[in-house]
């Protein structure tokens, strides 16, 4: 695997009319980043070139977020990429990525980009398509691989990539779970051995909020009433578990909004989606309906 930290030595890397597959990642890999570079793998095929990028990206932390405590592992990171089939690591430090005050700006549209994650980390979104905009321009790869587990995240880059007509296919890949059912995150690191033994509440309050919806889809017996009692109830058990919810709600999985009536009783695609800090980290989940 090739290791390259600038401009001019990734383009030269890059070189040649091979097939190229992305993955940005912010370091810390764990298995589920290692799962996007081996469908990238599997898509590139055997004559094509991944490529990962390791940069953590300062434009999408708050102010009072954890940007200077993320956990930097390197060396680590490399090993793993190296072990799980990828060509070319591109690794810039900040005077590469912005070696400039980064005065251009991908503002998303805020109708998706505000609510939920949006809402609770104003400007979060800004960051992540402007970093994974540039990246794109400096990788130029036919397609690029993010995971469901951040599924507000994917549906932005998603529409960032049509609107502006990037040549570039966007590649869903499933979250990846620990066999207790929690998402595999680069901050579930920070989770005592406590908490790791309730961390997996999320998902499973988030599945009896599925379930409800599934079987009261199948009765014909669902209402906004019902499922807002559904949201209300997982969300205090989350609290009383000593979880602080930020949310945890079913949504459209086209555009994250609450559903019509119609749509609730049909057939529209859903999403239940939930997101709590427990001690420390905070943790996301969602399930497609």
Known sequence: MRIEDSLEGLRAALAGPRRVGFVPTMGNLHEGHLSLVREARRQAGADGLVVASVFVNRLQFGPNEDFDKYPRTFERDAALLRETGCDLLFAPDETVMYPEPQAFHVVPDPSLASILEGEVRPGHFDGVCTVVMKLFAMVRPEFAVFGRKDYQQLMLIRRMAQQFALPVRIVAHDTVREA??????????????????????????????????????????????????????????????????????????????????????????????????LGTPRLLDNIEI
């Open 180 to 277: 207790d059912g929690l998402a595999l995150s680069s901050r579930n690191g920070y989770l005592s051995a406590t908490e790791r033994s309730e961390a997996p509440s999320l998902n499973r309050v988030l599945r009896a909020v599925v379930d409800t919806v599934r079987a009261a889809r199948a009765r014909g017996t669902i209402t906004h009433e019902a499922l807002a009692q559904a949201e209300q109830a997982a969300m205090a058990e989350l609290a009383a578990r000593g979880w602080k919810p930020d949310y945890l709600t079913v949504r459209r999985q086209r555009d994250l909004h609450t559903p019509a009536t119609a749509e609730l009783e049909g057939g529209e695609p859903l999403v239940a989606l939930g997101a709590a800090r």
